[in-house]
């Protein structure tokens, strides 16, 4: 059996930055525990699987399709990177002829379309809500040791932390920050968080001026020690800074080692569209 398979660096105009994800193109069900077998053996932070859903379906003319993502380790239910390169090898790779795709997914239904050089992601928009410290001291103090936060908040619904770094602090800061995300998997006891999000206000001045707003993700309780940028990420950040800087249209930078931009803008509806540009760096096909 062979699989179509690429890889695609998302959140990135140019080869080997952004977040790469796998993407596997599936003509027919696979058994299930196959998933995560290739998974494991692409081993990058995310295999994303489009499926069809009816027998006719045809991945240049059908616009709705079924799409999962595994880590290494497990599924997950929303993966913004591994969603924006699933809809780059349909539109750029099958020549996908709809302007809008629609993926059924566990988040739900997602939309992505295309939009001059970018395509758009249509995700649900995340709220957070204050956060005790106390609750939560010891995975801060694993992850940034004696930094000063400016704010804690908590995302229920993605069980993600969201730590602010004070505004004194420059982009540097938190680019050079050495994180050993392993040390969050004992430092967490309340069980409640599976993603630590760190992130700083961005700068209005200097030679990084632009961005609203910077971000480290980590995910050490999926197999992530970091991810390199974060679709998912962004869907609470997006909801927090919108309402910390009262902005609804946001240029965000994530810092990781390899770097990513992403251009959020907030709906009327109550969800978030986060755009970003690709690049196709793999094409092949997986045998089984």
Same mark, same amino acid.
């Given at each position: 059996?062979?699989?179509?398979?690429?890889?695609?660096?998302?959140?990135?105009?140019?080869?080997?930055?952004?977040?790469?994800?796998?993407?596997?193109? %599936?003509?027919?069900? &696979?058994?299930?525990?196959?998933? #995560?077998?290739?998974?494991?053996?692409?081993? /990058?932070?995310?295999? *994303?699987?489009?499926?069809?859903?009816?027998?006719?379906?045809?991945?240049?003319?059908?616009?709705?399709?079924?799409?999962?993502?595994?880590?290494?380790?497990?599924?997950?239910?929303?993966?913004?990177?591994?969603?924006?390169?699933?809809?780059?090898?349909?539109?750029?790779?099958?020549?996908?002829?709809?302007?809008?795709?629609?993926?059924?997914?566990?988040?739900?239904?997602?939309?992505?379309?295309?939009?001059?050089?970018?395509?758009? %992601?249509?995700?649900? &928009?995340?709220?957070?809500?204050? #956060?005790?410290?106390?609750?939560?001291?010891? /995975?801060?103090?694993? *992850?940034?040791?004696?930094?000063?936060?400016?704010?804690?908040?908590?995302?229920?619904?993605?069980?993600?932390?969201?730590?602010?770094?004070?505004?004194?602090?420059?982009?540097?800061?938190?680019?050079?920050?050495?994180?050993?995300?392993?040390?969050?998997?004992?430092?967490?006891?309340?069980?409640?968080?599976?993603?630590?999000?760190?992130?700083?206000?961005?700068?209005?001045?200097?030679?990084?001026?632009?961005?609203?707003?910077?971000?480290?993700?980590?995910?050490?309780?999926?197999?992530?020690?970091?991810?390199?940028?974060?679709?998912?990420?962004?869907?609470?950040?997006?909801?927090?800074?919108?309402?910390?800087?009262?902005?609804?249209?946001?240029?965000?930078?994530?810092?990781?080692?390899?770097?990513?931009?992403?251009?959020?803008?907030?709906?009327?509806?109550?969800?978030?569209?986060?755009?970003?540009?690709?690049?196709?760096?793999?094409?092949?096909?997986?045998?089984?």
């Amino acid at each position: 059996m062979q699989i179509p398979t690429f890889t695609v660096d998302a959140f990135t105009d140019r080869p080997f930055s952004g977040n790469p994800a796998a993407v596997c193109l %599936l003509e027919s069900d &696979l058994n299930e525990d196959v998933h #995560q077998k290739i998974a494991t053996e692409m081993n /990058l932070s995310e295999t *994303a699987f489009i499926r069809k859903l009816h027998p006719g379906d045809d991945f240049t003319k059908s616009s709705c399709f079924g799409l999962r993502w595994f880590t290494p380790a497990n599924e997950v239910p929303l993966c913004g990177h591994a969603t924006l390169a699933a809809a780059a090898v349909l539109f750029h790779i099958r020549k996908n002829t709809n302007a809008v795709l629609t993926f059924v997914t566990l988040s739900g239904e997602l939309k992505a379309r295309r939009m001059e050089d970018h395509i758009v %992601l249509d995700l649900p &928009l995340y709220l957070t809500y204050p #956060q005790l410290l106390q609750e939560v001291e010891d /995975l801060i103090k694993a *992850a940034i040791g004696d930094m000063v936060v400016q704010d804690l908040r908590y995302s229920p619904d993605t069980k993600k932390l969201l730590v602010r770094l004070s505004d004194a602090y420059e982009r540097s800061v938190l680019e050079e920050l050495q994180v050993n995300a392993q040390r969050f998997l004992s430092a967490e006891k309340t069980g409640k968080v599976k993603g630590l999000i760190l992130t700083l206000k961005g700068n209005s001045s200097g030679k990084h001026k632009g961005h609203d707003f910077y971000s480290r993700y980590f995910a050490p309780w999926y197999g992530i020690p970091e991810d390199p940028v974060t679709g998912s990420a962004h869907a609470v950040l997006s909801s927090y800074w919108s309402e910390q800087l009262g902005k609804k249209e946001m240029l965000a930078f994530q810092c990781s080692r390899r770097g990513g931009e992403l251009k959020i803008s907030l709906r009327n509806d109550g969800r978030v569209d986060i755009a970003g540009q690709i690049a196709i760096v793999l094409k092949g096909n997986l045998t089984l």
